[in-house]
Protein backbone atom coordinates (compact mmCIF):
# COMPACT_ATOMS: atom_id res chain seq x y z
CA UNK A 1 0.00 0.00 0.00
CA UNK A 2 1.32 3.48 -0.84
CA UNK A 3 0.90 6.18 1.40
CA UNK A 4 2.85 9.04 -0.10
CA UNK A 5 1.82 10.37 -3.60
CA UNK A 6 3.83 12.80 -5.54
CA UNK A 7 3.08 15.25 -7.74
CA UNK A 8 4.05 16.33 -10.64
CA UNK A 9 5.69 12.75 -11.86
CA UNK A 10 8.42 14.68 -13.75
CA UNK A 11 9.11 17.97 -13.59
CA UNK A 12 12.08 19.75 -16.04
CA UNK A 13 13.66 23.00 -15.11
CA UNK A 14 16.61 25.34 -16.12
CA UNK A 15 19.82 25.37 -13.70
CA UNK A 16 19.11 28.73 -11.50
CA UNK A 17 15.03 27.68 -11.21
CA UNK A 18 13.58 26.62 -8.15
CA UNK A 19 11.67 23.57 -8.23
CA UNK A 20 8.80 22.46 -6.14
CA UNK A 21 7.78 18.79 -5.36
CA UNK A 22 4.60 17.75 -3.82
CA UNK A 23 3.22 14.66 -1.71
CA UNK A 24 -0.07 14.12 -0.80
CA UNK A 25 -0.99 11.02 1.87
CA UNK A 26 -4.20 9.99 3.08
CA UNK A 27 -4.08 8.84 7.19
CA UNK A 28 -2.41 10.58 10.19
CA UNK A 29 1.57 10.65 10.25
CA UNK A 30 4.26 11.31 12.85
CA UNK A 31 6.54 12.20 10.85
CA UNK A 32 7.25 12.80 7.13
CA UNK A 33 10.67 11.89 4.89
CA UNK A 34 11.85 13.43 1.69
CA UNK A 35 14.39 10.97 -0.48
CA UNK A 36 16.29 11.30 -3.00
CA UNK A 37 17.87 8.54 -5.79
CA UNK A 38 20.58 9.04 -8.30
CA UNK A 39 19.53 7.20 -11.47
CA UNK A 40 20.10 3.52 -10.31
CA UNK A 41 21.07 4.29 -7.10
CA UNK A 42 20.14 4.23 -3.35
CA UNK A 43 18.15 6.62 -2.29
CA UNK A 44 19.38 9.31 0.41
CA UNK A 45 17.27 10.89 3.00
CA UNK A 46 17.08 14.59 2.86
CA UNK A 47 15.12 15.76 5.35
CA UNK A 48 12.58 14.73 8.40
CA UNK A 49 10.10 16.65 9.35
CA UNK A 50 7.29 16.05 12.32
CA UNK A 51 3.46 16.46 12.20
CA UNK A 52 4.03 19.20 14.60
CA UNK A 53 5.90 20.82 12.54
CA UNK A 54 4.84 23.08 9.57
CA UNK A 55 8.28 24.68 7.83
CA UNK A 56 12.38 22.86 7.94
CA UNK A 57 15.18 23.95 6.51
CA UNK A 58 18.08 22.45 5.20
CA UNK A 59 20.23 24.51 2.48
CA UNK A 60 18.86 25.19 -0.43
CA UNK A 61 15.51 22.48 0.82
CA UNK A 62 12.73 23.79 2.05
CA UNK A 63 9.76 21.42 3.39
CA UNK A 64 6.79 22.45 4.59
CA UNK A 65 4.38 20.17 6.01
CA UNK A 66 0.30 20.88 6.04
CA UNK A 67 -1.38 18.22 8.26
CA UNK A 68 -4.94 19.68 8.09
CA UNK A 69 -4.49 19.15 3.89
CA UNK A 70 -2.25 16.02 4.53
CA UNK A 71 0.21 17.39 2.26
CA UNK A 72 4.29 18.37 2.33
CA UNK A 73 5.85 20.15 -0.28
CA UNK A 74 9.51 20.34 -1.11
CA UNK A 75 11.29 23.36 -2.77
CA UNK A 76 14.76 23.12 -4.44
CA UNK A 77 15.78 26.64 -4.79
CA UNK A 78 18.58 28.10 -7.21
CA UNK A 79 18.91 24.26 -8.64
CA UNK A 80 21.87 22.77 -10.04
CA UNK A 81 22.15 19.89 -12.76
CA UNK A 82 23.87 18.07 -9.84
CA UNK A 83 19.81 18.20 -8.71
CA UNK A 84 18.76 15.57 -11.20
CA UNK A 85 17.59 12.67 -9.45
CA UNK A 86 14.16 10.96 -8.61
CA UNK A 87 12.28 12.83 -4.92
CA UNK A 88 10.66 10.71 -2.64
CA UNK A 89 8.36 11.19 0.14
CA UNK A 90 8.22 8.51 2.90
CA UNK A 91 5.60 8.71 5.72
CA UNK A 92 4.93 5.95 8.68
CA UNK A 93 3.86 2.59 7.58
CA UNK A 94 3.04 -0.40 9.66
CA UNK A 95 3.30 -0.11 13.22
CA UNK A 96 5.02 3.33 12.78
CA UNK A 97 7.83 0.62 11.95
CA UNK A 98 7.94 0.80 8.65
CA UNK A 99 8.63 3.38 5.53
CA UNK A 100 5.82 3.66 3.15
CA UNK A 101 6.62 5.55 -0.40
CA UNK A 102 5.32 7.23 -2.84
CA UNK A 103 6.39 6.77 -6.69
CA UNK A 104 8.50 9.88 -6.94
CA UNK A 105 8.90 13.20 -8.84
CA UNK A 106 11.38 13.13 -11.55
CA UNK A 107 13.41 16.16 -11.94
CA UNK A 108 15.41 17.33 -14.54
CA UNK A 109 17.72 20.07 -14.40
CA UNK A 110 19.35 21.56 -17.55
CA UNK A 111 22.35 23.65 -17.27
CA UNK B 1 33.76 3.21 6.66
CA UNK B 2 29.85 2.95 8.02
CA UNK B 3 27.53 2.15 5.96
CA UNK B 4 25.27 -0.62 4.23
CA UNK B 5 26.69 -2.91 1.08
CA UNK B 6 24.45 -5.16 -1.30
CA UNK B 7 25.74 -7.16 -3.05
CA UNK B 8 25.81 -8.11 -6.51
CA UNK B 9 25.36 -4.96 -8.23
CA UNK B 10 23.41 -7.04 -10.86
CA UNK B 11 22.34 -10.53 -10.87
CA UNK B 12 21.18 -12.60 -13.53
CA UNK B 13 19.23 -15.86 -12.50
CA UNK B 14 17.45 -18.25 -15.15
CA UNK B 15 13.79 -19.74 -14.59
CA UNK B 16 12.89 -22.15 -11.49
CA UNK B 17 16.07 -20.86 -9.80
CA UNK B 18 16.58 -19.50 -6.67
CA UNK B 19 18.92 -16.83 -5.99
CA UNK B 20 19.89 -14.99 -2.89
CA UNK B 21 20.76 -11.12 -2.79
CA UNK B 22 23.51 -9.94 0.55
CA UNK B 23 22.90 -7.42 2.29
CA UNK B 24 25.23 -6.42 5.32
CA UNK B 25 25.55 -3.29 7.56
CA UNK B 26 27.74 -1.87 10.20
CA UNK B 27 26.24 0.74 11.24
CA UNK B 28 24.69 -1.04 14.36
CA UNK B 29 21.08 -0.32 13.39
CA UNK B 30 18.40 -2.74 14.85
CA UNK B 31 15.96 -2.57 12.13
CA UNK B 32 16.52 -4.02 8.49
CA UNK B 33 13.95 -3.64 5.53
CA UNK B 34 13.89 -5.34 1.58
CA UNK B 35 11.93 -2.97 -1.13
CA UNK B 36 11.41 -3.86 -4.59
CA UNK B 37 11.26 -1.10 -6.97
CA UNK B 38 10.17 -1.10 -10.45
CA UNK B 39 10.01 1.61 -13.38
CA UNK B 40 7.06 4.45 -12.23
CA UNK B 41 5.96 1.85 -9.36
CA UNK B 42 8.33 3.78 -6.09
CA UNK B 43 8.95 1.39 -3.14
CA UNK B 44 7.61 -1.42 -2.21
CA UNK B 45 8.14 -3.01 1.08
CA UNK B 46 8.74 -6.90 0.90
CA UNK B 47 10.41 -7.87 4.48
CA UNK B 48 11.63 -6.10 7.50
CA UNK B 49 13.16 -7.33 10.44
CA UNK B 50 13.16 -5.25 13.75
CA UNK B 51 15.31 -7.40 15.60
CA UNK B 52 17.92 -10.74 14.97
CA UNK B 53 15.84 -13.53 14.23
CA UNK B 54 12.69 -12.07 13.80
CA UNK B 55 11.22 -10.66 11.05
CA UNK B 56 7.85 -9.32 9.25
CA UNK B 57 6.14 -9.56 6.18
CA UNK B 58 5.76 -6.41 3.98
CA UNK B 59 2.85 -5.65 1.46
CA UNK B 60 5.02 -7.86 -1.38
CA UNK B 61 6.56 -11.01 0.62
CA UNK B 62 4.80 -13.96 -1.82
CA UNK B 63 8.16 -15.41 -3.42
CA UNK B 64 10.87 -14.12 -1.46
CA UNK B 65 12.23 -15.44 1.82
CA UNK B 66 14.96 -13.76 4.28
CA UNK B 67 16.14 -15.19 7.44
CA UNK B 68 18.24 -12.74 10.03
CA UNK B 69 21.07 -14.82 11.86
CA UNK B 70 22.95 -11.42 12.48
CA UNK B 71 22.20 -8.08 13.73
CA UNK B 72 24.57 -6.99 10.72
CA UNK B 73 22.97 -9.18 8.03
CA UNK B 74 19.70 -9.28 6.17
CA UNK B 75 19.86 -11.25 2.69
CA UNK B 76 16.67 -12.11 0.77
CA UNK B 77 16.15 -15.47 -1.24
CA UNK B 78 14.35 -14.96 -4.43
CA UNK B 79 12.66 -18.18 -4.96
CA UNK B 80 11.43 -19.87 -7.99
CA UNK B 81 7.56 -18.84 -7.02
CA UNK B 82 8.09 -15.20 -7.76
CA UNK B 83 6.81 -15.24 -11.41
CA UNK B 84 8.46 -11.90 -12.05
CA UNK B 85 11.32 -11.51 -10.15
CA UNK B 86 13.19 -9.21 -12.53
CA UNK B 87 13.37 -5.43 -10.33
CA UNK B 88 15.45 -3.55 -8.61
CA UNK B 89 16.07 -4.50 -5.19
CA UNK B 90 16.90 -2.07 -2.05
CA UNK B 91 18.27 -2.92 1.18
CA UNK B 92 18.27 -0.28 4.22
CA UNK B 93 18.63 -0.13 7.51
CA UNK B 94 17.93 2.12 10.41
CA UNK B 95 17.31 2.78 14.44
CA UNK B 96 14.05 0.81 15.77
CA UNK B 97 11.36 3.33 15.08
CA UNK B 98 12.20 4.32 11.46
CA UNK B 99 9.65 7.07 11.87
CA UNK B 100 11.75 9.01 14.04
CA UNK B 101 15.24 8.82 12.05
CA UNK B 102 16.15 8.31 8.69
CA UNK B 103 17.15 5.17 6.97
CA UNK B 104 20.43 4.60 4.52
CA UNK B 105 20.37 2.42 1.38
CA UNK B 106 22.71 0.27 0.15
CA UNK B 107 23.10 0.96 -3.72
CA UNK B 108 21.07 -1.59 -4.99
CA UNK B 109 20.73 -4.99 -6.83
CA UNK B 110 19.16 -5.07 -10.15
CA UNK B 111 18.09 -8.96 -11.15
CA UNK B 112 17.51 -9.68 -14.29
CA UNK B 113 15.87 -13.18 -15.54
CA UNK B 114 17.16 -14.35 -18.52
Known amino acids: SQQGEEDPQALSIQEGENATMNCSYKTSINNLQWYRQNSGRGLVHLILIRSNEREKHSGRLRVTLDTSKKSSSLLITASRAADTASYFC???????????FGKGTMLLVSP | DGGITQSPKYLFRKEGQNVTLSCEQN?????MYWYRQDPGQGLRLIYYSQIVNDFQKGDIAEGYSVSREKKESFPLTVTSAQKNPTAFYLC?????????????FGQGTRLTVV
Open chain 1, 90 to 100: ATDGSGYSTLT
Open chain 2, 92 to 104: ASSGRLVMNTEAF
Open chain 2, 27 to 31: LNHDA
